[in-house]
């Protein structure tokens, strides 16, 4: 799997829009972008994945830059909930998907 | 539904003895995968159960091992515990392991005394 690079942290302002950047420099054509978030002592959640569009759901909007070799994932209107780590992985399709290799991440924290 | 449910939440264990970990994924999940997360290594893959078969292996030593169940209930297990195996363990279940997003348990907490 592609090895993603993410700023160690970040801070928004609350009720502005939280955009964290991934890159994957060496994401091959199969390979989808993942976002996952873990707040303190839960396990990680799915946030939204996609493979070269631009993908929304109800949780946030994730961007893919044409050549695919960097992703942000924008949190529209951040709330001191979103405060957490953010991983952003890069998973190829097939059996090999389940050895997922999750980096640093970037711990974000919102502010009042 | 229900989640993905991981038993027992907290454990604490002396060094040399064993311990079995326990996930149940959603239901209709056949893909399950499992993590260890402590706060110098980060998130790292340890395996990944699929229709009761190992499918992927992570770089951890062979005192870590798991197994899945006809029922897609997976376990696994540390032999021979040492300070180092304290950790957060992590279940993650989906559909087929594919391009669908993995969803995690809360995880159990390892302490080795």
């Known amino acids: 799997d592609a090895k993603t690079t993410q700023p160690p942290s970040m801070d928004c302002a609350e009720g502005r829009a939280a955009n964290l950047p991934c890159n994957h420099s060496?994401?091959?054509?199969?390979?989808?972008v993942y976002w996952y978030r873990q707040i303190h002592s839960q396990g990680p959640q799915y946030i939204i994945h996609?493979?070269?569009n631009n993908e929304t759901n109800e949780m946030a909007s994730l961007i893919i830059t044409e050549d695919r070799k960097s992703s942000t994932l924008i949190l529209p209107h951040a709330t001191l909930r979103d405060t957490a780590v953010y991983y952003c992985?890069?998973?190829?399709?097939?059996?090999?998907?389940?050895?997922?290799?999750f980096g640093d991440g970037t711990t974000l924290t919102v502010k009042p | 539904k229900a989640g993905v449910t991981q038993t027992p939440r907290y454990l604490i264990k002396t060094r040399g003895q064993q311990v079995t970990l326990s996930c149940s994924p959603i239901?209709?999940?056949?893909?399950v995968s499992w993590y260890q997360q402590t706060p110098g290594q980060g998130l790292q893959f340890l395996f990944e159960?699929?229709?009761?078969?190992?499918?992927n292996k992570g770089n951890f030593p062979g005192r870590f091992s798991g197994r899945q169940f006809s029922n897609s209930r997976s376990e696994m297990n540390v032999s021979t515990l040492e300070l180092g195996d304290s950790a957060l363990y992590l279940c993650?279940?989906?559909?087929?392991?594919?391009?669908?997003?993995?969803?995690f348990g809360s995880g159990t907490r390892l302490t080795v005394v």
């Open positions: 996609g493979l070269k």
């Open positions: 993650a279940s989906s559909l087929t392991g594919n391009n669908y997003g993995y969803t």
């Open positions: 159960y699929f229709s009761e078969t190992q499918r």
């Open positions: 239901s209709g999940h056949r893909s």
């Open positions: 992985i890069v998973r190829v399709l097939g059996t090999n998907a389940g050895k997922s290799t």
């Open positions: 060496t994401i091959s054509g199969n390979e989808y």
